[in-house]
């Protein structure tokens, strides 16, 4: 054994040195290059060792409630038998029987599972690992999804929300070139949400960036999905957000879409929200907004099949001189359908929020259910809320309604709480709080409506104190 330099060691250093290995210095670390390849290598190193080398390795984790399900489904080996911190010899193989890559798989607690593959294989592994997760989830990035599925991502990619889709949603599609990708193909039932997280970043000398998110979302006929948008930071700055989400559901299928805006105090955000629904599909749409110094959200939604079933909630959350625009318009282009609008916005100090809803009743669509309700909720004297809702109807057998509240805290409620022995601060905060969260009851995912309510309770947490040091 000899070694032309010296770097870091990995944990099989000595294994390598007993076999004989000639030794380098590669991306700091001390590599052996006497073998003919790098399946040569593993063999001769498993042999020995049982392990492979872990600075030629890439790591995947998978951790959650169906995490033991999931590594079961996709590997070879029994993983359910594995201990905490044991280590498992496997392998991946396609639908065929056929070999795609080898691996370990240990257990790192009851539902966290470290997948260790080859570091030149792990895109490919990564890639094959998340299209089938579930066994019919297909998720990843949209130029990928050009290459693996492009006969779904050209039937639907920019069909709803592209050029047409106004200013903003058009230059997204400009500056188009990756993004989110989810498919859940017909009859999947997707058990736990899916996460899509977008964080931005400043440039390297502080300097304000622009970002153009795009996300396309298919659920084929008689499939269920979950899926959660995220978008923030990792500090605070001023930067610039455009996103574009398309949503698309064929007959029969059901979709819970949760967007949770929390982007810098200082950042700007846009976004372009575009459902489109078949036949007797149901969709459940939930808008959240708690950042920006500036944001505008724009949902449309457009119910192109008889039957179909549409809920959209909105919350805002705003402080300081924070602005928030919520603009949507729901399509009823289809008879038999129903629409269940409910927005509330809390507002503090000299915080503006501006709801514009739009209802949309075409001829024909007969037997429409619709309603659509704003309710505003004024914490100081110089915070202000504008509401316009709207209704277009064209047909004369539908059933529609509209409305919008604004107004501080109601003061009977108010004394009835501290009759009962409740202080100033605390009273207003419950009501303050139950105003708030309810729009986070008409939440399925309840990991997600756990997590949205600490960030509600964070919220009134601080406005209480900006309002005790006043």
């Known amino acids: 054994m000899t070694v032309d330099t010296e770097g870091k060691r990995t944990p099989l250093y000595a294994m390598h040195c007993q076999l004989g290995a000639r030794l380098i210095q590669f991306g700091g670390w001390e590599m052996p290059v006497s073998y003919s390849g790098i399946i040569e290598e593993h063999q001769r190193v498993r042999t020995h060792a ?7 390795m890439g790591e995947i984790e998978m951790s959650g409630p169906r995490a033991e399900a999931a590594v079961q489904y996709l590997t070879l080996n ?110 999947t039932v997707m058990d736990e949400p899916l996460h899509l997280l977008f964080l931005s970043t ?38 610039w957000t455009n996103a574009v989400t398309e949503l698309v559901l064929d007959d029969g299928a059901r979709a819970e879409h949760s967007r949770v805006q929390r982007e810098s105090r200082q ?27 500036l944001a505008r959200h724009d949902v449309n939604a457009v119910l192109a099949g008889a039957g179909g079933h549409l809920i959209l909630n ?74 316009q809702p709207q209704l277009e109807i064209y047909a004369d057998d539908v059933k529609c309604t509209h409305g919008a509240t604004l107004g ?16 100033e601060t605390e009273a207003r905060a419950l009501l303050t709080y139950g105003f708030g969260t309810e729009i986070l009851g008409r939440m399925r995912a309840v990991e997600v409506r756990a997590q949205l309510d600490y960030l509600v309770r964070a919220w009134l947490a601080r406005s209480a104190e900006r309002r005790q040091a006043a």
């Open 50 to 56: 049982g392990l492979f080398d872990v600075s030629h």
């Open 78 to 187: 029994d993983v359910r038998s594995l201990q905490t911190h044991q280590l498992q010899y496997s392998a991946l193989c396609n639908e065929a029987g056929g070999l795609l890559d080898d691996l370990t798989v240990c257990r790192l607690a009851a539902d966290r599972f470290l997948l260790v593959v080859n570091a030149a294989n792990i895109d490919k592994d990564f890639r094959w690992i998340t299209q089938h997760l579930g066994a019919g989830v297909k998720a990843g990035g949209l130029a990928a999804a050009c290459e693996s599925d492009p006969e779904v991502v050209q039937r639907h990619l920019g069909r709803h929300a592209g050029l047409a889709g106004g200013a903003f949603a058009a230059l997204n599609t400009a500056f188009l070139s990756d993004g989110a990708f989810v498919h859940v193909t017909a009859g």
């Open 202 to 239: 400043l440039g390297r000398a502080g300097e304000p960036t622009v970002s153009h998110p795009r996300t396309l979302v298919v659920v084929d006929r008689g499939a269920s999905a979950a899926v959660v948008e995220t978008y923030g930071a990792l500090g605070d700055g001023v930067y």
């Open 267 to 293: 950042a700007y955000h846009v976004a372009t929200t575009q459902s489109h629904q078949n036949r007797d599909s149901g969709l459940a749409l939930h808008a959240i907004a708690l950042g920006g110094a």
């Open 314 to 387: 909105g919350l805002y959350l705003l402080a300081g001189q924070q602005h928030a625009d919520h603009h949507t318009v729901i399509d009823h282009a289809q008879h038999h359908c129903e629409s269940h609008e409910y927005f509330n916005g809390v507002l503090d100090d000299r915080a503006h929020g501006v709801f514009n809803g739009r209802i949309i009743v075409r001829p024909g669509a007969q037997r429409t259910d619709s309603k659509q309700t704003n309710n505003n909720l004024l914490l100081s004297e110089e915070a202000r809320a504008d509401s």
């Open 408 to 423: 501080p805290i109601d003061q009977t409620a108010l004394f009835y709480l501290k009759s009962r022995g409740l202080g």
